[in-house]
T-cell receptor
Framework: GAVVSQHPSWVICKSGTSVKIECRSL??????MFWYRQFPKQSLMLMAT?????????EQGVEKDKFLINHASLTLSTLTVTSAHPEDSSFYIC???????????FGSGTRLTVV | SQKIEQNSEALNIQEGKTATLTCNYT??????LQWYRQDPGRGPVFLLL?????KEKRKERLKVTFDTTLKQSLFHITASQPADSATYLC??????????FGQGTELSVKP
């Protein structure tokens, strides 16, 4: 079945630095990937839709200059959290849409802690 | 905008019993609805998809119903096991076609 690999699984960074999270589709091509954020005990919130070869589309309230998304190939999308602050600490998860009739395939998530 | 409501209180049941989780939505009826399982610190794992013209869908010990009149989906796990303990998420597409999630219901199955 479709597998999405996400790296790193956790990262701790200092306030003001940038962090890059990678999301790879291992055995299929994903022209579209999605980035979600999840706070403890809360739902997954869609941040942006990553489109291969074009600009990402961001959900309302998500700063595109802070959360940079690059989808340079059919198997890789990256999310860079720029100038991270403690309030950016969260669980970030990527996903790719599966075949018709099947759900999305999610990465294992990245726990970001900004200190 | 579409809102998804899942019981935020944890559901505690005894091993062997049937767990029933509820997902209600408030606005338009989606073309399909999905259920996912999420373990702590992990991404969600897809379980089942049910379309608007399907009343019921089964997969092994799992059963999902979809009532567009009530705007509700029920998710059942029969003969529950401690390994079924996790958070279960209901998801459906919004009017832009993007998948939105409920906050999930935590299920705990005691031996």
């Amino acid at each position: 079945g479709a597998v999405v690999s996400q790296h790193p699984s956790w990262v701790i960074c200092k306030s003001g630095t940038s962090v890059k999270i990678e999301c790879r589709s291992l055995d299929f091509q994903a022209t579209t990937m999605f980035w979600y954020r999840q706070f403890p005990k809360q739902s997954l919130m869609l941040m942006a839709t990553s489109n291969e070869g074009s600009k990402a589309t961001y959900e309302q309230g998500v700063e595109k200059d802070k959360f940079l998304i690059n989808h340079a190939s059919l198997t890789l999308s990256t999310l860079t959290v720029t100038s991270a602050h403690p309030e950016d600490s969260s669980f970030y998860i990527c996903s790719a849409r599966g075949e018709m009739g099947y759900g999305y395939t999610f990465g294992s998530g990245t726990r970001l802690t900004v200190v | 905008s579409q809102k998804i409501e899942q019981n935020s209180e944890a559901l505690n049941i005894q091993e062997g019993k049937t767990a029933t989780l509820t997902c209600n939505y408030t606005n338009y009826s989606p073309a399909y609805l999905q259920w996912y399982r999420q373990d702590p610190g992990r991404g969600p794992v897809f379980l089942l998809l049910i379309r608007e013209n399907e009343k019921e869908k089964r997969k092994e010990r799992l059963k999902v119903t979809f009532d567009t009149t009530l705007k509700q989906s029920l998710f059942h796990i029969t003969a529950s096991q401690p390994a079924d303990s996790a958070t279960y998420l209901c998801a459906l597409p919004n009017q832009g076609g993007k998948l939105i999630f409920g906050q999930g219901t935590e299920l705990s199955v005691k031996p």
